[in-house]
């Protein structure tokens, strides 16, 4: 095995924003695992509140770089318990490695993920494309720029009704709100009948994410159906969320990949919650990584290439929400952003 990894800084076609904050660049981490003349490719972003760096991730890879190159890959569960363990405390870069391993384990068996995990593309569901939190103009003005079947609003401002009921006023399509953890539960009781009266499908992280006790009364009196993001991170974080939410939402960049990401949506399965798959605003590696579980999942999040004013791979596409597969083997991505490495 042999690794070779880029950092990229990837510019946002707006300004993006959400209740922690604005952002213009989205720094990523790409990596390069080659086997016996095949290569895969996986990603994963910095996000700041996080607090694990892309130079966080060189760091530690660089430190235990050969012991990396020196395991004897089989197939992905291994190598993921292997880097579990090697880098306990940086799921972002194991994450990254895991896809990496995915894509190279598809062209081993020369199939798409998908087929590997025996999914019916034909019923995948439609991505969202989010609205970050602007001024209303501004969000109008992004919704009329892209013409799409499912919206998520960013919220968590003083004006999240307005904002909402002045989107609706403008597109018939489904609204899914996200307040990233930026409620109390007296706003949160105060604005659930109203979003549900602006035809809203569902909240993602209303409040703090360990405000369990405020989750567990919402989730008796929502009319709307709620989401784990923040409060569901990990795969230990599953059976917390029963009974506090109805869904929750699996970033695999959180979670640590791919690996993990299939026993959460497993669990979630075995307690009767609805799953979502969400982004991180990476580019189409780490996108593709997503697009090929969609058929284990309910709902997706999937908009990071389309928020992005330059990628670094191609190998799917959006047909108004519907994805569109490359069909070559593993994630079915060509990375093509080798001429900006340092």
Request: glycine content about 6%; some cysteine; charged content about 25%.
């Amino acid at each position: 095995m042999k690794i070779k990894y880029w950092k990229f800084d990837l510019q946002f076609r707006h300004p993006f924003t959400i209740s922690k904050g604005t952002k213009t660049h989205q720094p990523t981490l790409v990596v390069e695992l080659e086997n016996f003349g095949l290569v895969g490719y996986g990603e994963a972003c910095a996000i700041s509140y996080y607090n694990i760096p892309v130079e966080k991730m060189i760091e530690d890879l660089e430190a235990k770089k050969n012991m990396v190159e020196k395991f004897a890959f089989t197939e992905p569960d291994r190598y993921w318990h292997y880097l579990h363990h090697l880098f306990p405390l940086n799921p972002f870069l194991v994450c990254a490695l895991d896809i990496a391993t995915w894509d190279l384990y598809g062209k081993i068996k020369k199939k798409p993920l998908y087929e590997i995990w025996n999914g019916d593309i034909s019923k995948n569901p439609l991505t969202d494309y989010t609205i970050g939190i602007d001024s209303i103009e501004k969000m109008i003005a992004k919704l009329k720029e892209k013409p799409w079947p499912i919206y998520k609003i960013k919220v968590g401002t003083a004006d999240d009704i307005a904002i909402v009921k002045a989107l609706r006023e403008n597109t018939d399509a489904v609204l899914r709100v996200d307040a990233n953890a930026a409620w109390d539960v007296e706003t949160a009781l105060e604005l659930i009948p109203q979003l549900k009266e602006l035809g809203v499908e569902f909240i993602e992280q209303p409040l703090a994410k360990d405000n369990w006790e405020g989750m567990k009364r919402l989730y008796k009196e929502s009319s709307i159906p709620l989401f784990a993001d923040e409060a569901c991170v990990s795969e230990h974080d599953v059976d917390k969320c029963k009974d506090h939410f109805h869904g929750i939402n699996i970033k695999l960049t959180k979670c640590s990949g791919i690996t993990p990401a299939l026993r959460m949506i497993s669990r979630a399965r075995e307690l009767d919650m609805k799953i979502m798959m969400g982004c991180m605003n990476e580019s189409t590696i780490g996108t593709a990584a997503i697009a090929h579980l969609l058929p284990l999942i309910d709902y997706v999040d999937m908009d990071g290439p389309l928020l992005l004013q330059e990628d670094v791979a191609t190998g799917i596409q959006y047909d108004f929400g519907k994805i569109i597969y490359s069909n070559k083997p593993g994630l079915g991505i060509e990375f093509t952003g080798v001429f900006q490495k340092p």
